[in-house]
T-cell receptor
Framework: AQKVTQAQTEISVVEKEDVTLDCVYE???????LFWYKQPPSGELVFLIR??????QNEISGRYSWNFQKSTSSFNFTITASQVVDSAVYFC???????????????FGTGTRLQVTL | EAGVAQSPRYKIIEKRQSVAFWCNPI?????LYWYQQILGQGPKLLIQ????????DSQLPKDRFSAERLKGVDSTLKIQPAKLEDSAVYLC?????????????FGPGTRLTVL
């Protein structure tokens, strides 16, 4: 069975600090996709990134960066120079291989609540 | 492009009452999902539709929950009768195609409180 673990329940940082959110996953699939979503207080899950299992290149998007390491089954997310607007719950998710021609369902971690203060 | 729409945003009911939620996915998206998110947890899939057929409803408590997707577009999720443990946020998501790589886009959710 697939599993996603986000061991950090809550993180508090002061604005401008860098912060890394950890994500460890378990799967027997050789082809899979990993996702990060942001859930602000409004409740909507906002898509941040998708990464496939064959692409271990790190990715940077503005202040956000992602480090995918297949050897340790981790897909960590770093926010550089955090801002108050980054305060939210962040979820890591893993797509499960399904029947051919059928979209996959996601297995989510329990989320990490990030609080950025002034 | 309009996002996933859901209504109502909030609902408070007494236990044993019934309730229905509505979802309108992003136009053209083939796959629609309903998730339940209990406070402090990640979303858990309840049911997945591809066009107007059910792909996966293994986690749907079928004795009280039902869902349908009319004409492969809008969807409704119903709970009858509600229990206290059904208090949660119900999220609807849609994805464009039918592949494993598809990204799911979520609506704002319906927060249900059962008293």
């Amino acid at each position: 069975a697939q599993k996603v673990t986000q061991a950090q329940t809550e993180i508090s940082v002061v604005e401008k600090e860098d912060v890394t959110l950890d994500c460890v996953y378990e799967t027997r699939d050789t082809t899979y996709y990993l996702f990060w979503y942001k859930q602000p207080p409004s409740g909507e899950l906002v898509f941040l990134i998708r990464r496939n299992s064959f692409d271990e290149q790190n990715e940077i998007s503005g202040r956000y960066s992602w480090n995918f390491q297949k050897s340790t089954s981790s897909f960590n997310f770093t926010i550089t120079a955090s801002q108050v607007v980054d305060s939210a719950v962040y979820f890591c998710a893993l797509s499960e291989a399904w029947r051919t021609g059928t979209a996959s369902k996601l297995t989510f971690g329990t989320g990490t609540r990030l609080q950025v203060t002034l | 492009e309009a996002g996933v729409a859901q209504s109502p945003r909030y609902k408070i009911i007494e236990k044993r009452q019934s309730v229905a939620f509505w979802c309108n996915p992003i136009s053209g998206h083939a796959t629609l999902y309903w998730y339940q998110q209990i406070l402090g947890q990640g979303p858990k899939l309840l049911i997945q539709f591809q066009n107007n057929g059910v792909v996966d409803d293994s986690q749907l408590p079928k004795d009280r929950f039902s869902a349908e997707r009319l004409k492969g577009v809008d969807s409704t999720l119903k709970i009858q009768p509600a229990k206290l443990e059904d208090s949660a946020v119900y999220l609807c998501a849609s994805s464009p195609g039918t592949g494993q790589r598809d990204t799911q886009y979520f609506g704002p959710g319906t927060r249900l409180t059962v008293l």
